[in-house]
């Protein structure tokens, strides 16, 4: 018998950024480990040209829901989409919704934000503080909440080599950032961006160690927790290993790296990659729930989610296992053959990129104008480049992370529970887990079909074929050119001639000599 899925039960339960990729692999766990719960209630706007309710639908339909539905046949009935905007005044719910949210909700789990690397400073704040500053005033006004659960980043303290599960503050209270961003231009939040996000490297680290700040705030009134995860990967056991929808982190990399676009990459390969699987941080997530709701610490405990103190990789391992598993299941349609490398310098990296990147995709463009078609792939590697600046600061640091408040919780759970919601990281398989999430990637984002293997197969042939035939016609010509200009290629071009020539009439003679 769960405790955990058991306390869930008959539950009502509100979630923010339900549509998002931790936010859907909670929300298939709830439902399937306790299909006794009374309600979801997620908050959701309406978003490319779909209705709330068709996205609820394509969400409840996807491939990721196919186990809930065995155990939970009546979950349409059980999921609420509520119309909300997190950007706006009282997220703009309606009055009779905002009631309904008040009078039931029993737990909150805000896993809503923005997680974009290169948002506006003022876009950032309003979603990861302001919009959670809101919602902790909502919980405030809910007479039957037991927990109120926050998603942070491991990252909002990137700023630190050793991180402890704390709050660290900023300089500037968050509150005189909310305000200031209600009356400065954009023009002068983009000048002073800098000097507020200081020694992290983007606004989404910083408004993330601000939103915690908010939360901590709170914590004389409401029962609260939070959850540092590190780096968010596909699953590695639940529903099914490998489900992944997004390009976030490294995902996109490792779609980049199997069609061939990257070709190198500035990483460190010793360096620490803190990857945590989606559902290790799910399992933890409706622990800790539980655990703050029945237990109520005296203090906001916060737990991070990470794997390199108790079960480190590293980026070197993930690189060669990423390409190992490429050359035995390679995605369709490559524009290169999956072979790529790390760099260390500067410099080398600007070598690759004008070499391995930018090259490629301008005669790759060349050749798309000379047969009448649109020129594309320099866009696009140019968007790959800006991408990889993007991530670089997170691949070529290590970060040690504290985890006793998460190793205290997994004493503190049942075998049963240890079981169901296993967040034990020590026990993944990291060869294995990377392999399947490779495979999760070309089966769950790119929609692939594993029949159609033999042909990706067959296509990375033709790229190798068409590789050795252009790099010796581009030999042949770089040769040409040089003995045409230089005496000294020339001398070298006569003695090899002469040579061969020596070497075939010696062969001739001595061969004619036996007959
Ligand atoms: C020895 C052998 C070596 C072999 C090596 C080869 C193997 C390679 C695999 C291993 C590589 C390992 C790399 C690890 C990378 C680690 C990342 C760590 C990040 C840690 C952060 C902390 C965790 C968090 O808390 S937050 C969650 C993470 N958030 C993100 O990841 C968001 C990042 N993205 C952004 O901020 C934006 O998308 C941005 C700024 C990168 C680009 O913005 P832009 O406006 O230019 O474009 P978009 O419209 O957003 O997208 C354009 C285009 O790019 C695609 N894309 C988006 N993200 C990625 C990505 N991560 N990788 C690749 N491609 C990406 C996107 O789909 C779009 O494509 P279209 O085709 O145009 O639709
Ligand atoms: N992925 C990762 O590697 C990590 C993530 N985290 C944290 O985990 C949480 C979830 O991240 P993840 O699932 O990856 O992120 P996603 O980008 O996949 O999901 C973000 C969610 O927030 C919602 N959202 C964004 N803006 C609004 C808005 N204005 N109104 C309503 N909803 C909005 C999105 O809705 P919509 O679908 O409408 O856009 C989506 O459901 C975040 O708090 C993030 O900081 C922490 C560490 C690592």
């Given amino acids: 018998m769960s405790m955990i899925a058991d306390f869930y039960g008959g539950k009502s339960i509100l979630i923010t950024g339900a549509t998002g990729f931790l936010g859907k692999v909670l929300m298939e766990k709830l439902f399937r480990t306790s299909p006794d719960l ?34 939970c046949p009546n979950v349409h009935e059980k999921i609420r989409a509520i119309s909300a905007d997190l950007n706006q005044n009282d997220f703009a719910i309606s009055m009779q919704d905002m009631q309904e949210l008040l009078s039931y909700t029993d737990i909150i789990f805000h896993c809503a934000a923005t997680v974009r690397f290169d948002d506006h400073l003022r876009h950032a704040v309003q979603l990861n503080v302001t919009a959670t500053q809101q919602l902790l005033l909502m919980a405030s006004q809910m007479p039957n909440l037991k ?12 700023n630190l080599k050793h ?34 996000i200081g020694d992290r490297p983007n606004t989404y680290t910083y408004t993330k160690a601000l939103g915690e700040m908010v939360v901590q705030q709170e914590s004389g009134k409401l029962n609260l927790a939070i959850i540092r995860p590190s780096i968010v990967g596909a699953t590695w056991q639940e529903p099914f290993p490998g489900w992944v929808d997004n390009v976030n982190g490294p995902t996109g990399l490792i779609v980049a790296a199997g069609k061939g676009f990257l070709r190198s990459i500035r990483a460190t390969p010793m360096a620490v990659a803190d990857l945590i699987p989606a559902d290790i941080v799910v399992n933890l997530t409706l622990a800790v729930g539980w655990y703050t709701a029945v237990h109520r610490p005296k203090s906001t405990l916060i737990y991070h989610c990470t794997s390199g103190n108790l079960n480190p990789c590293n980026w070197g391992k993930m690189g060669i296992q990423v390409l190992a598993t490429f050359e035995k299941i390679p995605l369709e349609r490559a524009f290169r053959r ?41 866009k696009l590697m140019n968007r790959l480049l800006r991408t990889l600046s993007m991530l670089e600061y997170f691949i070529n640091r290590s970060w040690e992370w504290s985890t006793y408040n998460t190793e205290m919780l997994m004493s503190k759970l049942s075998p049963e529970d240890q079981r169901v919601f296993n967040f034990d990281v020590r026990q993944l398989n990291w060869l294995e887990y990377i392999e399947n999430y490779v495979l999760g990637v070309k089966k769950y984002l790119l929609k692939e079909d594993m029949a159609g293997i033999p042909e990706a197969k067959q296509h990375l042939k033709r790229l190798r074929n068409i590789h050795y035939l252009f790099n010796t016609a581009l030999f042949l010509i770089a040769w040409r050119l040089l003995i045409a200009r230089s005496q000294v290629a020339r001398n070298v071009w006569f003695f090899i001639v002469s040579f061969c020539y020596k070497f075939l009439s010696y062969f001739r003679a001595s061969s004619t000599l036996k007959v």
Wanted: charged content about 25%; proline content about 7%.
């Fill in 147 to 158: 927990a109120f659960i926050h998603i942070s980043t491991a990252f909002s303290n990137c």
């Fill in 338 to 378: 999956p072979k790529a490398d790390f760099t260390t310098s500067n410099v080398t990296t600007q070598y690759w990129n004008a070499v391995s990147h930018r090259a490629p995709a301008i005669i790759y463009d060349f050749y798309l104008r000379l047969t009448g078609r649109k020129p594309r792939m320099t």
């Fill in 38 to 71: 009374r309600v979801i209630y997620i908050l959701v706007r309406p978003k490319a040209g779909q209705t709330l309710q068709q996205r609820v639908f394509q969400i409840l339909n996807s491939k990721l829901f196919e186990k809930v539905k065995e155990v």
């Fill in 163 to 196: 991180i402890d599960e704390v709050i660290y503050p900023c300089p500037v209270e968050p509150k005189k950032i909310i305000d200031s961003m209600e009356w400065l231009d954009d023009a002068i939040i983009d000048e002073i961006t800098p000097k507020l």
